[in-house]
């Protein structure tokens, strides 16, 4: 995903919190801070030299399939409505 995908993607969560019960957007804001954080930390480790890019990227990879799965089971709709 490019990064202009990612901004939309982000936005049109943002606008979906909105409507979104309280509990189940803070559950996903809670979600999104993990996610945020395991992509730096994986980010920082592949910098580091710690990780391979292709594991780095597989992990980025993963990490967004799992908030993309969250986000459906809270209602967030995904790309295509």
Do not use: H
């Not at 049109?12 to 395991?38: D, I």
């Not at 391979?52 to 597989?58: G, K, L």
């Amino acid at each position: 995903m490019t990064n202009e995908g990612l901004q939309q993607t982000f936005r049109r969560c943002a606008m979906t919190l909105k409507v979104l019960s309280p509990l189940a957007a803070a559950q996903f804001r809670s979600r999104l801070q993990q996610y945020a954080y395991r992509v730096g930390i994986t980010c920082a480790l592949e910098t580091g030299g710690k990780l391979a890019p292709e594991s780095a990227f597989a992990q980025l990879e993963a990490l967004w399939q799992t908030l993309q799965q969250e986000a459906t089971a809270l209602g967030i709709p995904d790309e295509d409505g």
